[in-house]
């Protein structure tokens, strides 16, 4: 069983940058493929990024490329999303998942374990 707790959030200025982590424990981390999705109040949960187990493949979401990168030190079993310039509709609740393969994990049908959760805002 694979836990995910996520830090990172809080409130920040249009504009601004955020690092988001997510410390994996209870698994091989480097076995995982790994990603970052999202939540506002009243949408569905998307997907924002996923990485490979080497950090060889990448994918991100139209709304958030060329401003978030996804990364990951498997030496430290922790997952990062660094975001630049945020803007209010970066805000949502943000979940780590881990799964089996990377193109799976991006489609969201093929995450295994999910974190619970850190709050971002961007206001105005």
């Known amino acids: 069983q694979v836990q995910l707790v996520e830090s990172g959030g809080g409130l920040v200025q249009a504009g601004g940058s955020l690092r988001l982590s997510c410390a994996a424990s209870?698994?091989?981390?480097?076995?995982?493929?790994m990603g970052w999705f999202r939540q506002a109040p009243g949408n569905e949960r998307e997907f924002v990024a996923a990485?490979?187990?080497?950090?060889?493949?990448?994918y991100y979401a139209d709304s958030v490329k060329g401003r978030f990168t996804i990364s990951r030190d498997n030496a430290k079993n922790t997952l990062y999303l660094q975001m630049n310039s945020l803007n209010p509709e970066d805000t949502a609740a943000y979940y780590c998942?881990?799964?089996?393969?990377?193109?799976?994990?991006?489609?969201?049908?093929?995450?295994?374990?999910w974190g619970k959760g850190t709050l971002v805002t961007v206001s105005s």
């Open positions: 998942a881990a799964g089996r393969n990377t193109a799976a994990v991006r489609g969201g049908n093929g995450v295994d374990y």
């Open positions: 209870g698994g091989i981390f480097s076995s995982y493929a």
């Open positions: 990485i490979s187990w080497s950090g060889g493949t990448i």
